[in-house]
């Protein structure tokens, strides 16, 4: 019941229209596998008007096979090498029945013996579109369109087309591959004329054989860089099958799923070349996006402007699927969507990114990479941390630079720098015959040394740095290795500091390198083991606007010995207090003194907690309010100080008061004492206080706004540095003499005059019994002097700030300075027989207080 000639297949095989027919004698051949020439093809002759037909099959004309380079003595394989030899007779059909066209028209050329309109774009841009290919030959056209797609080549009267990006005045397109991207080697997509290398066509996409089609930078970048697809695999709405590409048929305007061995071939079979979409891609800096191809316009608009109610393309093939609102095609809406509709919007969705420090991030994980050398002291660690959020490149000397690479942003960085760091040079890795290949074929085995050696983690050449993937492919940027950080006029930076900006010319940021002693963003201040503050240790150990548990663990312990240091310190407060503040217990001086100890110790941890999380709570969050940053940077750190140095002094006035006491023995003065002692602790303050003034003129906020952070410094000459030192040396060696000599003396002194009234014992044996019975006299000064010890070498012999090499170094010895104030019931009670039993009578006072209060 057929009816002859048959029509195989069943729909078009070309452009929509064109057909294949095939007479009653062949029918019995026909098979899906096979190659079968057809006796007939059929077009739609008012889209083909320059083909005269043979005959005319229902509303189609048709020509015999031999007419149109199917004869019967062509050899073909396979149906696409059909297609492929027909393929050449249509390129001057029209694509369109209605133009509704204006003519003359400014913008689009009319091919010679037929009816089909092209975009001016498309002259002479290397591909024939009209059926006697003159669009070709306009030669002087090129140079008179004056169109944004045209490049006017120097020294040179040509004009060429870049719609391509192909055949652009090569001689200065390139003199050779020192620069290629990584991303742009062998992706299937030309993008540097091939050159004659040693007597071989070299370009971007030869030499493949090597090179993973699937890698870092084409997985899911929407373009089949992979024959088959398979780069593209289970990254977007799963449409069709494996091998075909879902897209938009430029025939019927229907959703297709395009064979494989149709994308990349050339031809352009979907809206928006989604299947070619190297005719509209983009190189901007160092990345790389795929667009909207206009049909007959060759315009190419970009992925926001498809559905926004403007039509961009000549023919509005940007506007033609939206029948929802003008945010159909918005990214955040793409699971809204119906197939259809996904298909069209993702067309140039994506963009690709070249890889470089600061965009490593997007890529798959990278090995843990440290590039290794032996640092200079003169380059600060703040310029470092400050620059590592997104990876730094930080040039030490011409052979060593650092590098830390994060695949999930921390602020935190802790690396072992090791052999294993080390980027080995590229001909350490290749073999003597790789080595001899030019460059562009060379870098075409790059993934081999990644692959072949599991533990290598990075290695240069030239004008690469690469890094290997936990994946064990390479991934490779362009890196200057005779790049310098050096500013070229160096009158920024103060003190001898080193003056690093961030690119040669026209920096953005300008950092200071500070020498040591010196900070700040201009290395303007100045800080010392002596004297130093919270403020001085944490300021760059605490990160603004990143909560307390995200915090390092210098932040984190530190919190937790404030704490500890603060409970113990009330708790030893209170039980020296319970002691002191009976009248049996200042009958002499160091009663007094003992009394306002307890009172001034407890002060002493309260300010110290305070003082602590105010810096902490106040660098995290930068909004706070000026007035209370001044407060706390200038009176609470002063009276920290003045009651610190209180708490020494008061300490050293009872071991001077003691060793007084031994050597007037019975002629000791109790009420001389007890007057000598009001006087003191009423005067002390004051004079403490004097002392310290300078730091309420010299201290203040200072606004970094480098670092756009609010810092609490103190600003001073030589001169005022050099009398805060003296004056933070006095209030501290002075104490810690005093208590040091009193252990001494008071020792030796009984422990002399015992020995001249028992001469049956040693020396050495009136030395031990002496101790063991007056210890309540030696052990508080030998603990003071024991436990001053540390932060008076650290201050004498530490040198100049240096908080982010050894933070725990500082923060031990300023901890260590409030352990006397914690614990002065240990010091002062435990080791005395008299205050012990006095603190047990006032524990026992307690109970019956509390025993009556609760009966009553």
């Avoid at 055949?167 to 397109?173: D, L």
Wanted: proline share 3%.
């Amino acid at each position: 019941n057929c009816k002859y000639p048959i029509q195989f297949p069943t729909t078009p095989v070309l452009l929509g229209h064109v057909r294949f027919l095939y007479a009653p004698k062949q029918t019995f051949n026909i098979n899906v596998e096979l190659a079968l020439l057809p006796d007939y093809v059929c077009y739609d002759e008012e889209l083909c008007d320059f083909l005269t037909p043979t005959f005319r099959y229902e509303n189609l004309a048709c020509r015999h096979g031999y007419q149109i380079g199917i004869g019967s003595d062509v050899e073909v394989y396979d149906w696409k090498s059909i297609i492929d030899l027909i393929k050449p007779y249509f390129r001057g059909c029209s694509t369109r029945r209605d133009y509704n066209i204006v003519l003359p028209h400014s913008s689009l050329y009319v091919c010679k013996n037929s009816s089909k309109y092209i975009s001016n774009h498309r002259l002479v841009d290397g591909i024939s579109d009209c059926v006697l290919n003159d669009d070709e030959e306009v030669l002087k056209l090129r140079c008179s369109l004056n169109h944004p797609y045209r490049f006017h080549c120097l020294n040179d009267s040509q004009c060429q087309s870049i719609s391509l990006l192909r055949n652009i005045c090569q001689s200065e397109r390139q003199t050779n591959f020192d620069q290629i991207l990584f991303y742009e080697i062998c992706d299937r997509a030309v993008d540097w004329n091939p050159m004659i290398v040693n007597g071989r066509n070299h370009s971007d996409e030869t030499d493949c054989e090597n090179w993973p089609c699937n890698n870092v930078y084409t997985r899911c970048d929407e373009f089949w860089s992979c024959s088959n697809g398979y780069d593209e695999e289970d990254c977007t709405r799963q449409i069709c099958n494996k091998g075909f590409l879902p897209c938009i048929s430029t025939y019927n305007s229907k959703l297709i799923c395009l064979p494989a061995n149709l994308v990349g071939n050339g031809i352009i079979d979907c809206f928006g070349a989604s299947d070619e979409l190297q005719y509209c891609r983009e190189t901007s800096g160092f990345a790389q996006t795929y667009r909207f191809y206009c049909q007959n316009d060759t315009k190419c608009v970009q992925q926001w402007q498809l559905c926004d109610g403007v039509k961009d393309c000549l023919w509005g093939d940007d506007e033609n699927f939206c029948e929802h609102t003008s945010t159909q095609c918005e990214v955040s809406n793409f699971d809204n969507l119906s197939d259809f509709e996904y298909v069209f919007c993702r067309i140039g969705s994506k963009e690709r990114s070249s890889f470089s420090l600061k965009t490593a991030s997007i890529y798959p994980t990278l090995a843990p990479t440290l590039y290794i050398g032996s640092a200079d002291d003169k380059w600060n660690e703040s310029y470092i941390e400050s620059s590592i959020d997104e990876g730094v490149g930080v040039g030490i000397d011409i052979s060593y630079y650092l590098a830390v690479l994060q695949q999930d942003k921390s602020d935190n960085i802790s690396t072992t720098v090791g052999s294993a760091q080390r980027c080995a040079p590229f001909q350490e890795l290749f073999s003597s015959e790789l080595l001899a290949l030019p460059r562009i074929h060379r870098l075409k085995n790059y993934h081999i040394p990644c692959q072949n050696n599991v533990d290598l983690q990075c290695f240069i050449d030239e004008f690469y740095m690469c890094l290997c993937t936990v994946e064990h492919q390479t991934n490779c940027f362009l890196f200057d290795f005779n790049n310098s950080f050096v500013c070229t006029d160096d009158v920024y930076c103060e003190n001898g500091g080193a003056c690093l900006q961030d690119r040669p010319q026209c920096p953005e940021s300008i950092l200071c390198a500070c020498v040591d002693c010196f900070f700040g963003d201009r290395c303007q201040f100045y800080a010392k083991g002596i004297g130093l503050t919270l403020d001085d240790m944490l300021r760059y150990a605490i990160r603004p606007n990143i909560a307390f548990n995200k915090q390092s663990t210098a932040i984190k312990l530190s919190a937790a010995l404030t704490m500890v240091i603060f409970v113990v310190g009330w708790l030893n407060s209170i039980f020296a207090f319970s002691v002191f503040y009976r009248h049996t217990s200042r009958q002499v001086g160091s009663g007094i003194y003992l009394h306002l100890l307890s009172i001034v110790s407890c002060l002493v941890v309260s300010l110290l907690t305070m003082k602590f999380w105010f810096v902490v709570f106040t660098h995290i969050d930068q909004s706070t309010n000026r007035r209370i940053l001044y407060g706390g940077c200038v009176f609470l750190e002063i009276v920290l100080k003045v009651s610190l140095h209180m708490s020494n002094w008061l300490n050293a006035f009872v071991a001077l008061e003691r060793m007084v006491t031994v050597v007037r023995g019975v002629n000791f003065n109790k009420k001389r004492s007890k007057s000598i002692a009001r006087w003191t602790v009423r005067l002390l303050p004051f004079v403490i206080l004097s002392t310290l003034s300078h730091e309420f003129v010299y201290r203040g906020l200072f606004d970094d706004y480098e670092e756009q952070r609010i810092w609490c410094v103190f600003r001073y000459s030589r001169s005022i540095e050099k009398y805060s030192t003296a004056i933070q040396l006095f209030h501290f060696i002075a104490p810690f003499f005093i208590n040091l000599f009193s252990a001494i003396f008071i020792i030796f002194n009984i422990a002399r005059h015992r020995s001249i009234t028992r001469i049956q014992h040693t020396y050495e044996q009136q030395l031990l019994q002496q101790f063991n019975e007056h210890k309540q006299l030696v052990v508080s000064p030998i603990v003071l002097v024991i436990l001053s010890v540390p932060r008076l070498l650290i201050s004498l012999f530490s040198g100049c700030v240096k908080i982010s090499r050894s933070p725990w170094l500082y923060l031990l010895g300023y901890f260590i300075s409030f352990i006397p104030s914690s614990f002065i019931f240990v010091i002062f009670v435990v080791p005395s027989t008299l205050y012990k039993k006095q603190f047990r009578e006032s524990i026992s006072g307690w109970r019956r207080f509390i025993t009556r209060e609760s009966t009553s």
